[in-house]
């Protein structure tokens, strides 16, 4: 078993164990869950790399239009897709890259496919 912290704060965690891996999400549920390594068809892992255009450009448009800023910058966002049964995404938000990076490695030792 090993666990991999991904966020503290709110928690995100994943642990992969021998034969399947837990996401644990306080802050989105909804992946939340013990995923069996066997059943999984496909992964990948997607850097999500900031458009500055688009993001500089809404916030001014924002800004002119409501006062408000358009969009939220975050530094590492990356997303995780797999199929087990159903197309599955877990939005990896703010999570540090280099804890990201080797679970990622290690969950490719364990899939077989």
Not at 33 to 49: C, F, H, R, V
């Amino acid at each position: 078993m090993e666990k991999f912290l991904l966020r503290k704060n709110p928690l995100f965690e994943i642990i992969v164990n021998e034969d399947s891996f837990e996401i644990n999400n306080t802050h989105y549920i909804f992946n939340n869950g013990i995923y069996k390594l066997d059943e999984i068809k496909s992964a990948e892992l997607i850097d999500k790399k900031l458009d500055w255009f688009s993001t500089f450009f809404g916030n001014i448009i924002g800004f002119f239009l409501g006062g408000q800023i358009g969009y939220e910058i975050s530094e590492a966002k990356f997303e995780f897709h797999f199929y087990s049964g159903k197309e599955m995404e877990v939005k990896l938000i703010d999570c540090d890259v280099e804890t990201v990076d080797e679970l990622f490695q290690q969950l490719q030792k364990r899939l077989h496919f």
